[in-house]
Structures are given as structure tokens and as C-alpha cells.
Nanobody, 128 residues
Framework: EVHLVESGGGLAQAGGSLRLSCVAS????????IGWFRQAPGKEREGVAC???????VYTDSVKGRFTISFDNAKNTVYLQMNSLKPEDTAVYYC??????????????????????WGRGTQVTVSS
């Protein structure tokens, strides 16, 4: 059984940094991908970043150059390093995983409909 557990959220000031972690227990990172999504109050969930087992990495435009996604095989953990945080980054951040994500084109990797497994989320609040 797959369990995704996020941690690392909290309160940061604009311009600050946070690092989110997601432990993917029971998930085999082979032909697979793990992504980070976020949902702000009153807004739809959006894809933030994704990393696949065939070494593709994608980011939504609003976080390019500020956020970095990485995967530690030994710990089966995905990280999202968030720098230069902005108030508009405030949201609940979710980790999601899919065992067949490598079969999709890069254009589709931030589509939340593709992901089978989801964590419960961690709140990130950025103050101005």
C-alpha cells in the first residue's frame, strides 16, 4: 500500500525559503513520477513541479528559477526547495505520485488527473 506523507510546511516571510519533504512509502520509483501540487483558498489545484524516473523535471512558470524538486532514492523521498517565496505561494501543498507517469509527454506531467496517490497536504503561508 502506498502512503505519501508531506512535511516541512509553515510560515515564512516573503523572500524566505522552505523545504517540503514527501516520504513515499510503498511506492516504487520506476516508470513513475512524483509531483507537487498546491491549492490556495478559492482557487483550483495547480501543478507546481514534477520529477520522473526517466529524469524529466518540469515546473509551472510561476515557480521557475525559485523552486527545485529532487528525489532521494535511498530515502524514497521527494523534496521541494522553495526559495524567494512570495505571498502568492501561500497554499496547501500536496505530494502526488503515479506509477506510470513516464508514459506521458512532458506537457501532461502537471495534470493532476494522472496521479493515483495523494498525500494529505501541508500548509505553506508566506507573509508580506
Amino acid at each position: 500500500e502506498v502512503h505519501l506523507v508531506e512535511s516541512g510546511g509553515g510560515l515564512a516571510q516573503a523572500g524566505g525559503s522552505l523545504r517540503l519533504s514527501c516520504v513515499a512509502s510503498g511506492f516504487i520509483f520506476d516508470d513513475a513520477g512524483i509531483g507537487w501540487f498546491r491549492q490556495a483558498p478559492g482557487k483550483e489545484r495547480e501543478g507546481v513541479a514534477c520529477i520522473t524516473s526517466d529524469d524529466r523535471v518540469v515546473y509551472t512558470d510561476s515557480v521557475k528559477g525559485r523552486f527545485t524538486i529532487s528525489f532521494d532514492n535511498a530515502k524514497n523521498t521527494v523534496y521541494l526547495q522553495m526559495n524567494s517565496l512570495k505571498p502568492e505561494d501561500t497554499a496547501v501543498y500536496y505530494c502526488a505520485a503515479d506509477p506510470g507517469l513516464t508514459y506521458y509527454g512532458t506537457t501532461y506531467l502537471l495534470n493532476d488527473n494522472l496521479y493515483d496517490y495523494w498525500g494529505r497536504g501541508t500548509q505553506v503561508t508566506v507573509s508580506s
